[in-house]
Structure formats: C-alpha cells, structure tokens
C-alpha cells in the first residue's frame, strides 16, 4: 500500500488521517469499518479483554491512527461506557447507564434549548433520528454530555448548508438519551414535557 505520503506534516492531522487511510482501504479493496461500526469493535476488544489493551493495538486492528482512537475513546466515555485508561492500555467496565427514547418537536430556535435541557439534568444525547415514509429510519450519531458540545454542534448547524435531520418529517423526531439512572431519565422526561417538546 502506498502510504508513504501521510508522513507529510500536513497530512498528520487525525481526521485528514482517517480519510486518507479510509481512501487507501478502498483502493486496495480491504474491508473499511464505519466510526460507528470502529467504535463498536474498540468497545468488543476491551471489553472481552482481561488485560488493558493499549491504543497501538487498538489502532493496529482497527487500521487508524492512535489519534483517531484516543477521539473514538472520547466518544464512547460520553456514550456512557467506563473506559479506564491505564499506563498499559485502556480497560472497559460494563456500562452503568440506562437508555430511554424521547420523541419530541421543537421549532429550530427551540433546538438549542431541548438539547441543553436534555444534558443539564444528566442526560447524553446519542443520537437523532426520524422515520420516513419513503426511506425508513434515518438515524445520526451525536454523543452530545455538555453545554459545550452542543455549543459546538449548534455551530455547525448554523455554519452548514444542510438542514437538521427533524425538517425532513416537518420537526418530529426522536432521540435516545442515556443517564446514570431511570430517576435522572424521569426528570429529563418531565422537564421535556414542561416545556412542550414531548410528543
């Protein structure tokens, strides 16, 4: 594989790394895993792994950088997974967290409010998703934990040329939401419900 180019300074960069070696996978007709699919296979390997597992190993069987396992690493912390990393590897506990779907609607100058509402009684935000007539379910990952992150998605929102996911079923969605107890998910629901969001 001709691979010699990404040691430019330019080309380090994690993310433009991931899509090169995702570019360079396809040209040589090998198997390329979605960060979706990755992520799930980070959590299987520590998982079912007695030992720590350090991020070279990680990043050798998934076929990335170690900068874009150390991110995937970030996003299934805020996923709710107890990952521990170690001066040996990373270590995964079963997560301690419960899921619950809301189906909600808001305007787009209400979406900033939902989101905040949802992470500021505990809750992350894993995904959104719709269901449409034609396509079926379309879902998209968010791992949304803060006020920051959804800062930094609202920005992106904003900058972009593409509409949130709620327009193509005229503002009615779901999403599923994950907390350190059903106590916690109750509460989202029921501030959910004050301010009109719940369907």
Avoid at 67 to 79: T, Y
Wanted: charged share 30%; glycine share 6%.
């Amino acid at each position: 594989m001709r691979l010699w180019w990404l040691f430019t300074k330019e080309l380090l960069q994690p993310e433009r790394t991931e899509k090169l070696q995702r570019i360079s996978d396809q040209d040589c007709g090998e198997w390329y895993m979605s960060g979706k699919e990755r992520r799930e296979e980070i959590i299987r390997i520590i998982t079912d792994s007695a030992e720590p597992v350090s991020g070279t190993v990680l990043s050798a069987q998934c076929g990335v950088s170690r900068q874009v396992i150390v991110q995937d690493i970030a996003l299934i912390r805020a996923a709710g997974y107890d990952v521990i990393a170690t001066n040996r590897g990373y270590l995964c506990k079963t997560p301690q967290r419960v899921v619950r779907i809301f189906k909600v609607y808001h305007t787009d100058e209400q979406m900033q409010d939902e989101l905040n509402t949802i992470v500021d009684f505990g809750g992350t935000v894993l995904d959104v998703f719709v269901h449409h007539e034609v396509y079926g379910e379309l879902r998209a990952d968010l791992s949304l934990s803060s006020r920051m992150r959804v800062a930094q998605f609202m920005e992106g929102i904003h900058k972009g040329t593409s509409k949130p996911l709620k327009d193509i079923t005229s503002g009615l969605h779901f999403h599923t939401v994950s907390a350190d107890s059903e106590r916690t998910l109750d509460l989202i629901e029921r501030e959910l419900e004050q301010k009109g969001y719940l369907v």
